[in-house]
């Protein structure tokens, strides 16, 4: 994608984040009022280079606050001690690839 993709998708996400703020929505509900949004934050998350994705946050402050919104709330779940999911079994190999990378992720630490 160019980057001028990339800001189509940001803006998009931009504006409702904006329109949320403006009706008073708290951050604690605005995740949820934007998961028509989560593929688009996701395609830019995952395909951006960190010096695209800072630009990005820079120009789009409604899409920064719900990209941190989001990352907060991953680093959260990671940190359960317990999730319903644990325990699942593992996908086999070729499964595991197919499912995984279209999904990557920018967190090495995962």
Same mark, same amino acid.
């Given at each position: 994608?160019?980057?001028?993709?990339?800001?189509?998708?940001?803006?998009?996400?931009?504006?409702?984040?904006?329109?949320?703020?403006?009706?008073?929505?708290?951050?604690?509900?605005?995740?949820?009022?934007?998961?028509?949004?989560? %593929?688009?934050?996701?395609?830019?998350?995952?395909? %951006?280079?960190?010096?695209?994705?800072? %630009?990005?946050?820079?120009?789009?402050?409604?899409?920064?606050?719900?990209?941190?919104?989001?990352?907060?709330?991953?680093?959260?779940?990671?940190?359960?001690?317990?999730?319903?999911?644990?325990?699942?079994?593992?996908?086999?190999?070729?499964?595991?690839?197919?499912?995984?990378?279209?999904?990557?992720?920018?967190?090495?630490?995962?």
């Amino acid at each position: 994608m160019s980057m001028q993709e990339y800001r189509q998708l940001a803006a998009g996400i931009d504006l409702r984040a904006r329109q949320l703020a403006a009706e008073g929505v708290p951050d604690s509900a605005l995740i949820f009022r934007m998961m028509a949004h989560t %593929t688009e934050l996701q395609r830019i998350w995952t395909s %951006t280079t960190d010096q695209q994705l800072a %630009t990005l946050c820079r120009e789009y402050p409604g899409f920064y606050r719900y990209a941190s919104l989001m990352e907060e709330a991953a680093a959260a779940e990671r940190r359960k001690p317990a999730r319903s999911y644990d325990g699942l079994p593992q996908l086999p190999g070729p499964e595991t690839a197919a499912v995984v990378a279209p999904h990557g992720r920018r967190d090495a630490g995962e």
